[in-house]
Nanobody
């Protein structure tokens, strides 16, 4: 099952973007979905995740209050709304899932399958 992130682009600091994550088959609802990013020259880092129902979300401190993760299982899509963007948010963003359906991860280390990323560039 392939995951595909989309919605990236070039935006000025203070602007907003909404990323989407879709799956090749209608299975997204079986998985907690995480968002990750990798800035140039840096390691990939976890940003946020959302439980299968959408009832639980997690954010790293650097994006709390600015990013919002949500999902629409009927549309087989998970979203990452990014507001008040800063140049440090520039990265390739990926969505990912755990290995097993119905698995509830406790850390970003438990996401093992990543989709194609989308580039977000924030200019100052």
């Amino acid at each position: 099952v392939q995951l595909q992130a989309s919605g990236g682009g070039l935006v000025q600091a203070g602007g907003s973007l909404r990323l989407s994550c879709a799956a090749s088959r209608n299975i997204l609802g079986y998985y907690t979905i995480g968002w990750f990013r990798q800035a140039p020259g840096k390691e990939r880092e976890g940003v946020s995740w959302i439980s299968r129902s959408g009832g639980y979300t997690y954010y790293v401190d650097s994006v709390k209050g600015r990013f919002t993760v949500s999902r629409d299982n009927a549309k087989n899509t998970v979203y990452l709304q990014m507001n008040s963007l800063v140049p440090e948010d520039t990265a390739v963003y990926y969505c990912a899932r755990p290995s097993e359906r119905f698995w509830s991860p406790n850390s970003f280390d438990e996401f093992h399958y990543w989709g194609q990323g989308t580039l977000v560039t924030v200019s100052s």
